[in-house]
């Protein structure tokens, strides 16, 4: 049996994919009195399921009139992507965010599962050079691994 935060995500995806546009305006407390329960719950679903990762932006206005806009990100050209997964990525990217990173990219086919498990093997293998050649800290280790798998990401969009 699903769980309560799987019928709400799969809901908002249905409705996004019914829009043309990628995009979805909600109110919050409507879509808890329609799942019978607290507008909290709708958060964390926003929260945990509908992130920039995952290739959305959520914004939202709270009060008496808020609303919930929830936009799919959508690229038509190579270099947008690119930024996008740059800009996740960021200067310094741990191990298990890389790993959560890949999955969110294959998911949303970006990239081929042959392709997430050649880049973990390559981000795993920065510890073994790190601790047999180099003196590497966690930090610098976790600003290596970022440098290349966005490297590795900005090969793969552009062949």
């Known amino acids: 049996?699903?769980?309560?935060t799987e019928?709400?995500?799969?809901?908002?995806?249905?409705?996004?994919g019914r829009n043309?546009?990628?995009?979805?305006?909600?109110?919050?407390?409507?879509?808890?009195?329609?799942?019978?329960?607290v507008p909290s719950q709708i958060n964390y679903v926003l929260r945990s399921r509908f992130?920039?990762?995952r290739g959305y932006l959520v914004e939202s206005q709270r009060g008496g009139h808020g609303?919930?806009?929830i936009l799919k990100i959508c690229y038509d050209m190579p270099e947008?992507?690119?930024?996008?997964?740059?800009?996740?990525v960021g200067d310094s990217i741990t191990e298990q965010g890389a790993k959560r990173l890949l999955l969110s990219l294959?998911?949303?086919?970006?990239?081929?599962?042959?392709?997430?498990?050649?880049?973990?093997?390559?981000?795993?293998?920065?510890?073994d050079v790190g601790e047999s050649t180099f003196d590497v800290s966690p930090y610098?280790?976790?600003?290596?691994?970022?440098?290349?798998?966005?490297?590795?990401l900005r090969s793969l969009v552009f062949s």
Request: proline residues 1%; aromatic residues 2%.
């Open 1 to 4: 049996m699903r769980s309560l």
């Open 7 to 16: 019928i709400i995500e799969s809901h908002i995806i249905d409705l996004l």
């Open 20 to 37: 043309e546009e990628d995009v979805v305006s909600l109110r919050r407390k409507e879509l808890a009195e329609q799942f019978g329960c």
């Open 51 to 53: 992130t920039p990762e």
């Open 67 to 69: 609303y919930i806009k």
């Open 80 to 88: 947008e992507k690119v930024r996008h997964v740059e800009d996740l």
């Open 106 to 127: 294959q998911s949303r086919n970006i990239i081929d599962a042959r392709e997430r498990l050649l880049i973990e093997v390559a981000l795993r293998h920065i510890d």
């Open 140 to 152: 610098k280790r976790n600003v290596l691994q970022a440098d290349l798998l966005k490297r590795m």
